[in-house]
């Protein structure tokens, strides 16, 4: 399969999982590509101005902002939902041009007073699922409510067997609210180039990279991951530049993404099911006095959040979990993960999003996609008050 016969093949595929139109998919190599290209479509038509989204986020989320001369402007998250779900009119003025609807781990929610603002106020509504592969907000009626949706294909997503790729869906309702920035937006997207020849090479060789690092003693690691990054054999997931508001030169994908992209999506009917069917069991049977939990809805989760009532239980459930084998995540902390070199060049003040200061180091994420007695021996491991 050529290139060009893996990207429709992709694109196609999309569109019949999400109801749309294959044209109005573009593929990247990573998410954060086409979103740095989303938002300089955006200063380019409506000038520099900010961007409202989430510190309860990856460092890879905000940084297409940055580098396209955008500011990023925090409002704090909602705590059932771990996300933004409301906006005060405080942070809206007229250098607002958009703001970022993000779905944590895969909690939807209800976004319609988001949408609703967004489309009072003329801003460009950008969805970030990345946690949620070919799932969007939408109305009661099945409309979708975004006007760009960012999806990935990437490490640590739901799609467990893929490591890169990401797609950026426009809403071809945006050409009526702004042709100008439509058609900005389409321009941009269509006109990424493949990757070279070294990027291609680390790209297909990162599951045997990263084999070697993750089969090496545990004190040897971080010395030598810095060193396969160094002689450019190992594209991580998050660069160490990334924590400095940088970003790499956008990308396509390439004919071995798309194939593993295409197989990956194949199963995701099943790989959704497994993940509902373990949320269902996490909160029908999971249950301590030293967390509450926060997902209640039986959805196909990237992960499963509980908050403890302290940051000193949350790391002692983390420590006994992964001791015990288990893949535990502790998505976002810290804020703007894993952490800026500086929080003044992401323009971030703590003191504006209490929500998320105080959450975030009291969260720990479950895995979803383990088969059916593991998530059963979690809810005892975690369920067994102190």
């Known amino acids: 399969m050529s ?20 044209n109005d998919w573009y593929l990247c190599l990573k998410a954060r590509f086409g979103a740095a290209l989303v938002f300089n479509a955006l200063r380019d038509i409506k000038g520099y101005g900010e961007v409202i989204t989430t510190p309860y986020t990856c460092i890879t989320a905000i940084n297409p902002i940055l580098v396209s001369g955008l500011k990023p402007v925090y409002a704090d998250i909602d705590k059932e939902f771990l996300s933004t779900t409301s906006i005060k009119n405080t942070l809206i003025h007229p250098r607002t041009r958009a703001i970022v609807m993000q779905h944590t781990l895969g909690m939807i929610g209800d976004k319609t007073k988001l949408a609703k603002l967004a489309e009072d106020r003329n801003l460009l509504l950008v969805e970030d699922s990345a946690h949620c592969v070919t799932r969007m907000a939408r109305t009661k009626g099945g409309r979708i409510l975004a006007d760009i949706s960012i999806h990935s294909f990437g490490v640590e997503k739901v ?19 702004n042709k100008e920035l439509y058609e900005e937006i389409c321009v941009k997207l269509g006109q990424l180039k493949e990757p070279g020849h070294l990027l291609n090479l680390r790209v297909k060789t990162y599951r045997f990279h990263n084999g070697v690092l993750q089969r090496m003693p545990q004190f040897v690691k971080p010395g030598f991951r810095s060193l396969q990054i160094k002689l450019g054999l190992l594209e991580p997931a998050i660069y160490p530049f990334e924590q400095e508001a940088q970003q ?42 030293h967390f509450e939990k926060l997902s209640h809805i039986n959805e196909p989760l990237l992960a499963y959040p509980i908050l403890f009532k302290d940051q000193q239980k ?67 491991l975690i369920s067994q008050d102190a």
């Open 314 to 380: 949350a790391q002692e459930a983390y420590e006994m979990l992964t001791s015990s084998g288990y893949f535990i995540r502790r998505w976002y902390y810290p804020l703007i993960y894993p952490g800026p070199k500086s929080i003044k060049r992401y323009y971030y003040k703590p003191e504006n999003t209490p929500i998320a200061e105080d959450i975030s180091p009291r969260v720990l994420c479950l895995p979803t996609d383990l088969p059916a007695i593991e998530t059963q021996k979690i809810i005892k």
């Open 3 to 22: 290139f060009e016969e893996s990207s429709k093949a992709v694109r196609q595929k999309l569109a019949k999982m999400t109801d749309t139109d294959p």
């Open 248 to 289: 790499d030169e956008p990308k396509n994908t390439n004919t071995f993404v798309n194939e593993k992209i295409l197989e990956s999506l194949a199963k995701l009917k099943m790989n959704y099911a497994r993940r509902e069917s373990n949320v269902e069991q996490y909160n029908k049977h999971m249950n301590s006095k």
């Open 159 to 177: 799609l467990t067997t893929t490591k890169f790729g990401g797609a950026i869906y426009v809403n071809p309702s945006l050409k009526k609210k």
